[in-house]
Nanobody, 121 residues
């Protein structure tokens, strides 16, 4: 069984920063891509950032230049550094990871439970 546990959400004023973490644990053979999505109130879930197993990154246009995704493979953890936060960044942030549980298994995408970020104006 695999779990992804997020942390680091909270309430911050506009212009402030937060760092989200997401740690994968359980029966893990290997982890491929990892990333973040978010869902604002009344809106559909949207892509935020992605990082490949080799460290290549891509971002939604709305966060380019003020969010940075990174990972620590030794800790099975992905991070999202969020700077210059705006009220429109308010959302529940969900991490995901493509994980193989055994050598022979196919990779499956696992999701965290979400962490709330509120940016006040």
């Amino acid at each position: 069984q695999v779990q992804l546990v997020e942390s680091g959400g909270g309430v911050v004023q506009a212009g402030g920063s937060l760092r989200l973490s997401c740690a994968a644990s359980g029966s893990i053979f290997s982890i491929g891509a990892m990333g973040w999505h978010r869902q604002a109130p009344g809106k559909l879930r949207e892509f935020v950032a992605h990082i490949s197993s080799g460290g290549s990154t891509n971002y939604a246009d709305s966060v380019k230049g003020h969010f940075t995704i990174s990972r620590d493979n030794a800790k099975n953890t992905v991070y999202l550094q969020m700077n210059s936060l705006k009220p429109e960044d308010t959302a529940v942030y969900y991490c995901y990871a493509d994980i193989k549980t055994t050598w022979a298994a196919r990779s499956s995408t696992y999701w965290g439970q979400g962490t709330q970020v509120i940016v006040s104006s």
